[in-house]
C-alpha cells in the first residue's frame, strides 16, 4: 500500500500509526519500505521506529527494487511503502512517483493531505496526485481544527473516500 502526499503533510508518522494499528489491534503481519531518499533522515525514522515495533523494514532506492520485496514479503498482511514528498507543482517528480506506484502493484493507494491546508491548496494537490489512480484520502492533522466541513466538500468534489484522519502524534492512538 503505497502512501502518497505533498511534502510534509505527515506520512511517515501515518504510515507508523498505520502499521502498530494493524500489528498490535489487528496481529497482522505487517512490512514497511521506504522509497523516501529525499527528505533527510526519512528511513532513519521509519527505521527506528521499525526496530522498535520490532516490524520488517526494507529501503529501496528504485523501482525495480520494489519487485523483488514484494517476492520476499509475499506473505505478509500488509505493506505500507513510504513515498518521497512531492511539491504538487512539480510534474517531473510527480512522473517518477507514478513510475514507482506502477511497480508496487498496489490494490490500494492512499494520499495523504494535511486538513490545515487552504482549500486551493487541498484541491491542487488532488489534481496533481490524480495521475496517480488513487481512491482514498488520509487527512492529517485534525486536532489544529474546527471545522470539518471541508473534508466532506474536498471528497465530494473529487469522488473520493476517506480512508483515515490522524489527530496528533501518539503512536497507534491518534488514528
Known sequence: VP???????????????????????????????SADTYRIAAMEQLRAFAKI?????????????????????????????DTPGINPKNMKRMIQLKDLIRF?????????????????MLREAIKSFGIIPFK?????KMDEINNYGDILNICNEFDKSISYLTFGQNIPEDI
Open 136 to 140: 482514498n484520502i488520509i487527512f492529517t
Open 3 to 33: 502512501i502518497i502526499g505533498p511534502t510534509g503533510v505527515g506520512k511517515t508518522t501515518t504510515i507508523a500509526k498505520l502499521a502498530a494499528l494493524y500489528k498490535y489491534n489487528y496481529d497482522r503481519k505487517v512490512v514497511l519500505i
Open 104 to 120: 508496487s502493484h498496489a490494490d490500494e493507494i492512499h494520499l495523504v493531505l494535511n486538513i490545515t491546508y487552504k482549500n486551493e
Open 53 to 81: 515495533a520490532d516490524i520488517p523494514f526494507e529501503p529501496i532506492y528504485n523501482p525495480n527494487e520494489l519487485i523483488d520485496k514484494a517476492k520476499k514479503f509475499k506473505n505478509a498482511d500488509l505493506v505500507l511503502i
